[in-house]
């Protein structure tokens, strides 16, 4: 790994931690806050590409488990990732390294609708996929009250999606971090 992954990974990991400043906003529904910290998710996919953004959220991650107060309102440590709201965090990485995929994969025809395609599909989909079952389970929710409740999350994700969106293809266009598959694989050849 170059010098200048591991200072994008540790950069967009200290995004994450910065917008975890964001003050969290309690929902009566269901045992989850709203965050900023998607938006992080959505800037390292769609910015620093799949493994880069995937390691600087995991490495995000690891700040959350070893206790450090990362998550809005000062939370970090086992009992949140156990807690109601652990499957979301947990699925920081993931979603980050599924939007990275697809930008990569789509980087020759790279748009406003393609990424706000693959920021919902990462940022949102992927994210509740993991985190509304472990909502259930740990906040010991139905399923369905977990689901009709997490409706709630959806205007802010959008808003997320489309601000991460807007910068991704700025970035894009000023100053692309992601390269084309083909030159990677001709490089590595």
Not at 45 to 74: C, D, K, M, Q, T
Not at 77 to 89: K, S
Not at 101 to 129: H, I, K, P, Q, S
Not at 183 to 188: G, I, K, M, P
């Amino acid at each position: 790994m170059r010098n200048k992954d591991i200072a994008q990974i540790a950069l967009f990991a200290a995004i994450m931690v910065v917008l975890g400043l964001f003050p969290l906003i309690e929902l009566p529904l269901v045992p989850a806050p709203i965050t900023s910290q998607t938006l992080g998710v959505v800037l390292a996919g769609s910015v620093i590409g799949a493994r880069r953004g995937g390691l600087a959220i995991l490495l995000f991650v690891v700040l959350v488990v070893v206790g450090l107060p990362v998550l809005p309102g000062g939370r970090g440590g086992l009992g949140v990732i156990l807690g109601p709201t652990g499957g979301f965090v947990l699925a920081y990485p993931l979603g980050a390294f599924v939007i990275g995929w697809l930008t990569e994969r789509l980087w020759d025809r790279y748009t406003l609708w393609t990424a706000l395609a693959c920021n919902f599909l990462g940022g949102a989909l992927v994210l509740y996929v993991i985190g509304i079952p472990w909502m259930a389970v740990a906040g010991h929710l139905a399923f369905g009250k977990a689901v009709t409740g997490s409706v709630v999350f959806l205007p802010g994700d959008i808003a997320k999606v489309v601000i991460g969106s807007l910068a991704a293809v700025a970035v894009r266009r000023a100053y692309p971090m992601i390269e084309r598959q083909d030159r990677v694989q001709d490089v590595q050849a």
